[in-house]
């Protein structure tokens, strides 16, 4: 027979257990161990709370500034956080009184990050409030918080195909460049042909960078479209399902970035693809703007202005207004509240919001809350828009 061990040990010995365990950890040192768990120091490096940065040079293109951003050492970051080519950074702005982040891709090759340096592009776009700013006041030597790396938009092989098709339109060529590095030094694995759309020739965004990888790589294919001006060696329009289709296989993902106008025109011409859901990917492009297809909220609520309590995780409760036309997000950030956020199109959730009572508007396309989030009550700040008098909970950062 087997011996039952658990009935041949005294009860004193058992009972003996949490006494013992007790006298080790008050005989313990009180300074912290000097081991810690790799996991844990593998993931703090991947995923930093903050990165504080320097601008460390600027170089001016097209109505746009290249910005490269190294670690800030003497607020003790001593490197970047290593990134997936196509995701993005979310820069923290103090803008007079009001306190705001701007996600911004990242366009240098993930392996410029272990060598301590980010790159990221700002294009001054129309009524652009943070674009203005940043290109007007950052210099040599400014200093920035930065979230680490965001996003979804990379290449996953077992969920994307072995060749990507690139749609860009203006500034959204940035994570396409970082792609391309990333396939012409093998540290990624696929086939990327660019479908780039600009206005003009001279409006074209890293034109040599992106012709001397094409040609060093036989991976990479760039194909440019011009809408405003008709050119020998290039596409004139706009970048259509035909267009598409000539470089379509069975295995193609298509991968698309630029303004949301550009998004409503390319979701209409890869649904005459027939591709499956999966196979068509947009990168988050920030700030939603209301629309023609939200003007019944437009309508009705547009040009109200309504009470927002807003209850913070500090203690404190503040009253502020909250325009019917502009997402509540912006509504805290002008009230100078640091409101968690990153995509500001609603992909994230880092802006998630308990909404105590009242009323919002989330545009069908932004909508992207889990259901235990709908049935809980709630929102994406970012892309809520108030439609009553609001009460909501933030998570201040």
Known sequence: MKKDYLNSVPAERFAA?????????????????????????????????????????????????LYTLVPDQEKETEKLAYFQAGQYIS????????????????????????RGEYQILVKTMNNGFASAY??????????????????????????????VIGIAGGSGIAPFVSMAQAIAEGIADFDLTIL???????????????????????????????????????????????LIREYLTDDSSVFVCGSQ????????????????????????????????????????????????????????????????????????ERAGIKAPSRCRSGECGWCRTRLLSGAVYTPQMTERRRQYDKVAGYIHACCSFPCSD????????
């Not at 990242?106 to 990050?113: G, I, K, R």
């Not at 003009?200 to 992106?210: A, N």
């Not at 009460?391 to 201040?396: A, D, H, M, R």
């Open 196 to 242: 780039y759309g600009s206005r003009t020739e001279e409006e074209i965004l890293f034109r040599k960078q992106l012709d001397d990888l094409a040609e060093k790589c036989e991976r990479i294919k760039v194909d440019y479209v011009l809408s405003d001006q008709q050119k020998e060696g290039f596409r004139f329009g706009f970048i259509s399902s035909e």
């Open 134 to 163: 940043i290109n007007e006041n950052f210099q040599i030597g400014t200093r920035i918080d930065i979230s680490g790396p965001s996003g979804f938009f990379y290449h996953e092989p077992l969920r994307d195909g072995s060749k």
């Open 261 to 332: 106008g550009m998004y409503d025109y390319i979701r209409q011409q890869t649904q005459q693809l027939d591709l499956p859901l999966r196979r068509v990917r947009f990168d988050a492009y920030g700030e939603y703007r209301l629309t023609g297809r939200d003007q019944k909220h437009l309508d009705r609520h547009g040009d109200q202005k309504y009470q927002l309590t807003v209850r913070t995780n500090d203690g404190f409760v503040h009253t502020i207004l909250a325009r019917g036309d502009e997402s509540i997000l912006v509504a805290l």
């Open 91 to 114: 820069l923290d702005l103090q803008i007079g009184e009001s306190r705001l982040s701007r996600p911004y891709s990242l366009c240098s090759s993930p392996s410029l990050a272990l």
């Open 390 to 397: 609001c009460e909501i909970t933030v998570n201040c950062q």
């Open 17 to 65: 257990i949490i006494p013992n365990r007790r006298r080790v950890i008050e005989s313990a040192s009180a300074e912290m161990p000097q081991y810690e768990y790799n996991a844990n120091v593998l993931a703090r490096s991947l995923h930093p709370k903050v990165q504080h940065v320097i601008v460390k040079d600027i170089a001016e293109m097209p109505a746009a500034r």
